[in-house]
């Protein structure tokens, strides 16, 4: 039978993973959502059809999964609200940056299912990936349940240490954003050298996921489907060199350790150790 699903907190992330399962056939009637906002609870029902509550106790007590949403700093107060309505036999998915297992186990306050997942909002198309973790009280069954969740909206990898969430959310879970500022930038240039936005914006934009799918679909390492279209003393060379003189690897290196030592941060500031 189709599991009820009870999204907390509905705004970005919750609403890309909904859409994507109800683009993917998942029964609106088997989705609730939460939030605080009356107007974005009317919308949320109009445009999707689910049922939105105010009620957090509410939808969790007619949940068998429910997928945790709101923002990190806001995770503690949630859970502790609705905690003396769960049970043994419900599953939690936090998609929360930062916030582990133990500390989520904390709040909730009960020997429960837990996985801790770091998806993207390529989700809503389709097109997610998704890091997971689970603590000890999640069965394999659980476990191939989340595959199958976030298989609909994407794909996903179970990682071995929850250490490595932080890598995930700096790998997938934020890059869409590095892509969108990489795509801005060369959206503006093209403007500036006369193009208009859209063209511009089509030009970049579809070199980007063709370039995404030769990854993907091509066994080729990538340093080999670059040398491919650099011609010696062509146009590629000169745009690579001069990547290359902005030392390209430690830009992206920096902006990656960044996001990992906030994720780390994050999961101090948040965590159930400092009660
Ligand atoms: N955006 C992204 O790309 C990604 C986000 N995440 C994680 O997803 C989580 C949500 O992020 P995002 O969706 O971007 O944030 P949003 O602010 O868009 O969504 C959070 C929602 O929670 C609702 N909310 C807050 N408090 C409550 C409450 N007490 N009861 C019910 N609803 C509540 C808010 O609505 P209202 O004020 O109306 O109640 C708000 O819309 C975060 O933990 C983030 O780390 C993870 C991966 C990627
Ligand atoms: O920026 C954030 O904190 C969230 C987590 C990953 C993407 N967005």
Known sequence: MTQSIAFIGVGNMARAIFSGMLASGYPADKIIGTSRTPE??????EQYGIAMLADNDMAVNQADVVVLCVKPAQMQAVIEDFSAHVRDDQLFISVAAGV???????WLGKSVAIVRSMPNTPSQLGAGMTGL???EYTTEAQ???VSE???????????EDEVHMHTVTSLSGSAPAYFFRFLEAMIKNGK???LDEKTSRALASHAMLGAARMVIELD???AQLRNNITSPKGT???ALLSFEASNIDKIVADAMTACVNRSKEMASNFSAKKD
């Open 236 to 238: 590629t060379e000169q």
């Open 149 to 159: 969740l976030f298989s609909s909206i994407g794909h996903s990898v179970w990682v």
């Open 192 to 194: 500036e050298q006369g």
């Open 40 to 45: 974005k609870r009317n919308y949320y029902h």
């Open 100 to 106: 582990e297992l133990d500390s989520l186990a904390y």
């Open 133 to 135: 973790i689970a603590n």
């Open 220 to 222: 080729d390492p990538i």
């Open 143 to 145: 476990k191939a349940q």
